[in-house]
């Protein structure tokens, strides 16, 4: 294991097991102070783990969408019933970052549940607005399960496939984690564009 990110996995599995990385999951996914968590690389150097026998792959798979689903639930309860009482203060320290994510539901209505789950920035933010702007419980349910299974299944299952097609992969991961960062970010970075653009127009 050559890379940072595997030996950081390793490392959460030989301290806490899988239920580490489940509550990592959901720390990531549910509580928007944990953007800065390595979530999608973290998917993808499971799926390593799994293609090395290391760890289950059904129970990883099942227990990371289970812990997707139910931090975008916490976040989006935390916006629908604490948004005017308990987390009066966090909102105002992190105002501008929630009417980014405010702007960016607005465009994108339920489908921003999805994009967000590929975007770490809004990954937290997102759901937590949908909860603040009352998004109907069950249209919000249906796009939260589809956007964690698509996540979840997609990065993990990458990384099982590659690892367990290509020798030695783990001398290459740190470029396919930079892809998959990259492209994570290709929205933000469009909009951000699109936006300069406006601005000097």
Not at 32 to 52: E, I, K, N, V, W
Not at 188 to 194: E, G, R
Request: charged letters at 10%; hydrophobic letters at 55%; proline letters at 3%.
């Amino acid at each position: 294991m050559e890379s940072g990110i595997l030996e950081l996995v390793n490392f959460y599995i030989k301290v806490g097991g899988l239920p580490l990385v489940f509550l990592i999951i959901f720390i990531e996914t549910g509580i928007f102070l944990g953007f800065f968590l390595p979530g999608d690389s973290l998917l993808f150097a499971l799926g390593f783990f799994a293609a090395a026998k290391m760890i289950n792959l059904n129970l990883t798979l099942w227990g990371c969408f289970i812990a997707a689903v139910l931090g975008n639930y916490f976040a989006y309860f935390a916006g629908y019933f604490l948004a005017d009482k308990v987390l009066v203060n966090l909102i105002e320290k992190y105002k501008q970052n929630i009417v980014k994510a405010q702007q960016f539901y607005n465009k994108y209505g339920p489908l921003a549940i999805i994009y967000a789950r590929f975007i770490p920035f809004f990954r937290g933010f997102v759901p937590f607005v949908a909860g603040i702007v009352k998004m109907n419980f069950f249209v919000y349910s249906v796009y939260n399960i589809i956007s964690a299974f698509i996540w979840v299944f997609g990065l993990v299952l990458l990384g099982y496939f590659l690892g367990s097609s290509i020798p030695n992969v783990e001398k290459y991961i740190h470029i396919f984690i930079f892809v998959i960062i990259i492209l994570s970010l290709v929205p933000v970075f469009y909009k951000f564009l699109t936006k300069r653009k406006e601005k000097l127009d």
